[in-house]
C-alpha cells in the first residue's frame, strides 16, 4: 500500500508513505488516493478528509520520476498524467473538507494536491515550488489549482523559474491558511479540522458545493446561482433549528451532524 489511511470519528488522515521516494506520485499512489477519496466520498458520517504524507523530508516531491522515464510512448505518459488529473478532480468534487497538512519539499505534483485542497496547513520548514522547466517538463495539470490558489503571475513566475518559495512567502501569497512549527502539524491539522466541521454537515455540503461552483462562473451568473442557493439552504431542517436556537438564546441541536 502507498497510503495510509486513520479515521478518528467523522475525520479521515490519508497519509502518502512513500518517504524512501519523498512521497513522489507513482502509479499506485495516484490510484490509491483517487479511489479512498471517492470511497469516503459516498461516506456521509466523513466530514473531513486531511491529506499527509509520512516521513519527515517532503510531504510530496511531485511525479516519481523513475516511473516517468519507463513509460512507454505518449499514450502511457497521457494516462499517468490524466490520473494526476482524475485525482484532481475527485478532490475537488469530495463533498467533505479537504485540509493538506504539507511539510518539507512541497513540489510539483505535489504543491498541485495541495493546491487542490480546500485548506492548507503547512508546518514552518515547508518549501513549495514548480521547478519542472529545470527538467524538461512542464506542470501542465497542476497549474490548473495553484493558479487558482496564488494567481496567474505568481504561478507564472514559480512554472518559468523553477524556483523554490519558503513557506513565509507561500503565507502572503495566499496559499496557506495555517503555518505552524513543524512539530504541532499533525495536531493543529486535526484540531483545524474538527473548528470547521462543527456546524450542519447538510449546510456545509451545500456551502462547498457553491463555493466550488462560483470559482469558474461570471460575476453575475455567480450573484444568480448563490441568489438560488441560498434560498434552498434556507429550506433546510438545520437552517430552521440554527435561527430558532439563536432567537432562543440557546445552542442549536443539528439534524445533520
Excluded at 524512501?20 to 483517487?34: D, G, Q
Excluded at 512507454?72 to 475527485?90: H, I, M, N, P, Q
Excluded at 493538506?100 to 519539499?105: D, L, R, T
Excluded at 491558511?177 to 455540503?205: C, M, Y
Amino acid at each position: 500500500m502507498a497510503i495510509r489511511q486513520t479515521r478518528d470519528d467523522a475525520i479521515v488522515e490519508l497519509a502518502i508513505d512513500r518517504p524512501a521516494a519523498r512521497n513522489a506520485l507513482n502509479t499506485e499512489t495516484i490510484a490509491e488516493l483517487t479511489q479512498a477519496f471517492s470511497h469516503w466520498a459516498q461516506d456521509p458520517t466523513v466530514h473531513a478528509v486531511i491529506l499527509t504524507g509520512t516521513g519527515d523530508r517532503a510531504f510530496c516531491a511531485g511525479a516519481d520520476l523513475k516511473e516517468v522515464q519507463q513509460l512507454d510512448g505518449v499514450e502511457a505518459r497521457r494516462r499517468y498524467f490524466g490520473g494526476v488529473a482524475s485525482l484532481l478532480d475527485t478532490m475537488a468534487m469530495a463533498p467533505q473538507l479537504v485540509i493538506a497538512a504539507i511539510f518539507g519539499y512541497t513540489l510539483a505534483g505535489g504543491m498541485g494536491l495541495a493546491a487542490g485542497a480546500d485548506f492548507v496547513v503547512a508546518a514552518d520548514d515547508t518549501r513549495g515550488g514548480l521547478p519542472e522547466i529545470n527538467i524538461g517538463l512542464f506542470p501542465m495539470v497542476v497549474m490548473a489549482p495553484i493558479e487558482r490558489a496564488i494567481g496567474p503571475r505568481r504561478t507564472l513566475e514559480l512554472v518559468m523559474s523553477g524556483q523554490l518559495v519558503d513557506v513565509s512567502t507561500l503565507d502572503r501569497w495566499g496559499f496557506c491558511n495555517r503555518v505552524v512549527p513543524k512539530d504541532q502539524l499533525h495536531a493543529e491539522a486535526w484540531r483545524f479540522a474538527r473548528e470547521i466541521t462543527s456546524g450542519s454537515a447538510a449546510i456545509r455540503r451545500l456551502g462547498k458545493e457553491a463555493w466550488r461552483t462560483v470559482q469558474d462562473l461570471p460575476y453575475r451568473n455567480a450573484l444568480q446561482y448563490l441568489h438560488n442557493m441560498v434560498s434552498l439552504v434556507a429550506m433546510t431542517e438545520d437552517s430552521a433549528e440554527g435561527v430558532a436556537a439563536f432567537l432562543a438564546h440557546r445552542d442549536p441541536k443539528w439534524r445533520h451532524q
